[in-house]
């Protein structure tokens, strides 16, 4: 059976390459990828945080996802998509589903923010944008500067990068946890 990914993003202010790469690398490795967005209208995407980038049109919205048909949730960065995201009720739930069904995670650079507003940071070790520091521990995670880092505290994997240098690594670890071949 082949295994599924769902990609969660708010409608606006997406890091493009956190998206896209991720996005294409596990459609590639025969993974059935979906994409849902707050509402089920394009999705504009950001590089750098400051200059816009393509548009998309997500597969479906957070409404129309039956969560335990997926396998591992990606949330990709972008200032404005993690900040939106953090306190949209629909993504905590999705975020709390994954951990409380013992299902990974992947976060990276901002995105791990939505962790904290889902408390599900408590206790894990991660990484993320260098800004983000002092919220994670502030909410109980441990911070470690890794370009990608795997923590299975809590019965739960969450894989964490950086920022957009550090796709690659994080992709191969998204890849290594959906193949079982995670340390």
């Known amino acids: 059976m082949v295994k599924k990914v769902l990609f969660i993003t708010s409608n606006q202010g997406v890091e493009h390459d956190e998206l896209v790469e991720p996005l294409n ?15 089920n209208e394009e999705v504009a995407t950001v590089k750098g945080d400051t200059k816009a980038a393509t548009s998309y ?3 479906t919205s957070f409404d129309h996802v039956t969560l335990d048909d997926y396998d591992l949730l990606v949330v990709p960065g972008g200032t404005v998509n993690a900040d939106t995201l953090r ?44 800004s983000l520091k002092l919220d994670l521990e502030n909410a109980g ?17 969450l894989i964490t990068s950086r920022n957009p240098d550090d796709i ?9 946890e959906l193949e079982g071949d995670a340390a």
Do not use: M
């Not at 690398?25 to 509402?39: C, N, P, T, Y």
């Not at 795997?150 to 994997?157: E, H, L, Q």
């Not at 690659?168 to 290594?176: C, G, M, R, V």
């Open 25 to 39: 690398f596990l459609k590639s490795k025969g993974f059935e990828v979906i994409h849902a967005a707050e509402k």
């Open 57 to 59: 049109t997500p597969d």
């Open 87 to 130: 306190i949209n009720e629909s993504a905590q739930k999705i975020v709390q589903h994954f951990a409380d069904q013992q299902k990974p995670i992947a976060a990276i650079c901002h995105a791990p923010w939505v962790l904290i507003d889902a408390q599900r940071i408590k206790d894990k070790n991660l990484t993320s944008y260098k």
């Open 141 to 157: 995670g441990k911070w470690v500067d890794e370009q990608v880092h795997r923590c299975n505290t809590g019965d739960w994997v």
């Open 168 to 176: 690659p690594a994080f992709n191969d670890a998204i890849l290594k």
